[in-house]
């Protein structure tokens, strides 16, 4: 039996054994999936402790991706940009750390959801972590723009100018978001596990897609969202169990089929 798990704190809430046991089922591979709750500051501690008891991999949730990424011996492309890891596969010596966040959100949207990416306009909310994880992935659909707005506008700035060479980029306050309309908004703001909306012009969510990296409720981006026409509305579930089947394949060889969890975990 290969052994997998979830490090993170907390932890108790995650979905991922239900996700990965389902694929583990379809695929016809033996595997047990634990979830583990680290200290803050012990991380790579109890990380290396799973390891040396046999494990094969693991995927690592909030807060420890930054950790994850200083563990990893090697790194794939994306995790490199992303300047993050939420898997990791143990080949031997080596700790091969890959970031597939952004790839979830591309394969929801796209096989999922039916969204052509390519010259479509993109704003995305937010400009830490969790959108420097999907920002490459996103680019290599070659949308027209990707517009990043954040509460300060020089790290909207700077994010943007970090991945100018893969796609037309930019950054810019909150507050200059614009009333007109674009095709995509994604809130990779931490607002919503706040209970709050990110203070932008209405008028640009009129006709667009909407989706929150969030999953589990309505989230105040998704209300927003329906109360200014919003021509769909959805939250980041169908992300999360994409970005688990990457990492499924990424430590097994084999592909799991996603839309029966999605629609299991809908339910």
Known sequence: MDKYGVFGNPIKHSLSPTIHTQFAKQTGINI??????????EFSSSARQFINQGAKGFNVTVPFKLDAF???TKLTTNAQT????????VDGQTLIGENTDGIGLVNDLVKNLNINLKDKVILILGA?????GILLPLLKQRPKRIMIANRTTSKAINLAKDFSSHGKTCGFGLEKVKHEPV?????????????KMPDIANGV????ICYDLMYGTQT?????????????????LGMLVEQAAAAFEFWTGKQPGTQKVIANLRS
Do not use: E, H
């Open 183 to 195: 095709d995509i908004i994604i809130n990779a703001t931490s607002a919503s596990l706040d209970g």
């Open 70 to 72: 200083k563990l990893a």
């Open 128 to 132: 830490g972590g969790a959108t420097r």
């Open 220 to 236: 105040p981006f998704m209300n927003w969202a329906q109360k200014n026409n919003a021509k769909m509305v959805v939250n980041g």
């Open 205 to 208: 969510a009129n006709g667009s």
């Open 82 to 89: 992303a300047g993050a890891v939420n898997t990791i596969k």
């Open 32 to 41: 047990s999936y634990d979830k583990i709750l680290a200290p803050i500051n």
